[in-house]
């Protein structure tokens, strides 16, 4: 079973550094879409900037076609004015060249208008475009600095998934099916006992339990947790069963799950979870 437990450790260090792997693989496209997402929306700004600036230079060239009509109509007032024969027709006359020249005068100062606002829209918009550019030149850079992360990344990730593989053909069925679920409910499924304590709960384990995990010839789970433990002087040489301590004593403690023995089929392993969950429950 110290075996077992071994391949058990070493498969929990490889579904855990995939799981750091995964979650980076995760983050950094999410990354890279909030670049895109701020590039989108500083050209879609730039973008608008470029139509506001194309419809005041439509508006200026319309008063400008409107202000040499306006003066061709003053020409065509003084010829008027000048073929007169009546007060009457002249008064008519110099009002309706009066009228128009107060008209180009005001449509001559709306143009001006225009031309300074279009003027200083095409600096605004020049110095924005230089931005964008940057941004996007910027965005371009991390894009590939990403997905060359993402490429290591998924790289070890596959390496990690053959070596897992190769772990799970040496380790029992039911054993192997023991921790994925605990792994699935729990995220840690195999924890050290350190001194009659559990390390995934640290909580105390009874003392008949902490001397069975020093026997090192079964599948133990935490009578809190329900994880599987072991006793954490298991991992070193066999020379460090002579040195196994005494059981903590205890005052009172949870009753501790079947064991899975070496032996035991996936059935029982599986009922002995099943049984020892249920007093939790009821507990």
């Not at 992360?149 to 998934?161: G, N, P």
């Amino acid at each position: 079973m110290r075996e077992q437990l071994k391949l058990l450790e070493e498969l929990q260090k490889h579904d855990a550094r995939l799981q750091e792997i995964e979650g980076q693989l995760k983050t950094l496209p999410e990354k890279l879409d909030s670049l895109r997402r701020n590039l989108a929306k500083v050209e879609k700004m730039l973008q608008a900037e470029q139509d506001n600036l194309a419809q005041v230079e439509k508006w200026r060239r319309e008063q400008e076609a409107q202000l040499r009509q306006e003066e061709e109509q003053i020409v065509k007032a003084k010829t008027k004015l000048a073929a007169v024969k009546t007060s009457k027709e002249y008064m008519a006359s110099q009002r309706e060249v009066e009228n128009t020249r107060k008209a180009v005068a005001e449509r001559e100062v709306e143009v001006l208008k225009l031309l300074e606002a279009i003027e200083q829209s095409k600096k605004s918009i020049e110095a924005h475009a230089v931005d964008v550019n940057a941004l996007r030149a910027e965005v371009e850079q991390e894009e590939a600095v990403i997905n060359g992360r993402i490429a290591e990344l998924q790289s070890q990730a596959d390496a990690l998934r053959g070596e897992r593989d190769a772990f799970i053909t040496e380790i029992r069925p039911d054993v192997l099916r023991r921790y994925n679920h605990i792994r699935m409910r729990r995220g840690l499924a195999i924890v050290a006992v350190t001194d009659g304590v559990c390390q995934g709960c640290h909580m105390a384990i009874p003392p008949q339990l902490y001397n069975i995990l020093q026997r090192r010839n079964s599948l133990e789970l935490c009578p809190t947790c329900y994880r599987i433990i072991y006793w954490d002087k298991m991992m070193d040489d066999d020379s460090a069963r002579e040195e196994a301590p005494a059981a903590p004593a205890a005052t009172a403690a949870p009753a501790a799950p079947t064991a899975v023995e070496n032996d035991a089929s996936p059935a029982s392993a599986d009922a002995a979870t099943a049984a020892a969950t249920s007093e939790h429950k009821v507990a």
